[in-house]
Nanobody, 114 residues
Framework: QVQLVESGGGLVQPGGSLRLSCAAS????????TGWYRQSPGNQRELVAS???????NYADSVRGRFTISRDNAKNMVYLQMNSLKPEDTAVYLC????????WGQGTQVTVSS
């Protein structure tokens, strides 16, 4: 059964950091582009970071320089290190494979607030 499970979210003050994790089952990330998306109320789902099978990364302008995506193929995991968080980063964060979307997981809530 194909499943994506995100974890690591929480409440953090502006300027803080969080590390999100994404675990896949039923398929492997290693040969696919994998991405982190976010969605906040009233906004469309946004792809904020992606990583290819070769490790090439790409970021949305809004997070470039603050977020880092990485992968551990042995564990079939993808991570998102988020630094210098801002209130506008508040959203539900989800992972998926952009070229062939899988069933969405529940995501993990990130709230940046003082």
């Amino acid at each position: 059964q194909v499943q994506l499970v995100e974890s690591g979210g929480g409440l953090v003050q502006p300027g803080g950091s969080l590390r999100l994790s994404c675990a896949a089952s039923g398929f492997t990330f290693s040969s696919m582009i994998t991405g982190w998306y976010r969605q906040s109320p009233g906004n469309q789902r946004e792809l904020v970071a992606s990583i290819t099978s070769a490790g090439t990364t790409n970021y949305a302008d809004s997070v470039r320089g603050r977020f880092t995506i990485s992968r551990d193929n042995a564990k079939n995991m993808v991570y998102l290190q988020m630094n210098s968080l801002k209130p506008e980063d508040t959203a539900v964060y989800l992972c998926n494979t952009p070229s062939t979307l899988r069933p969405w997981g529940q995501g993990t809530q990130v709230t940046v607030s003082s």
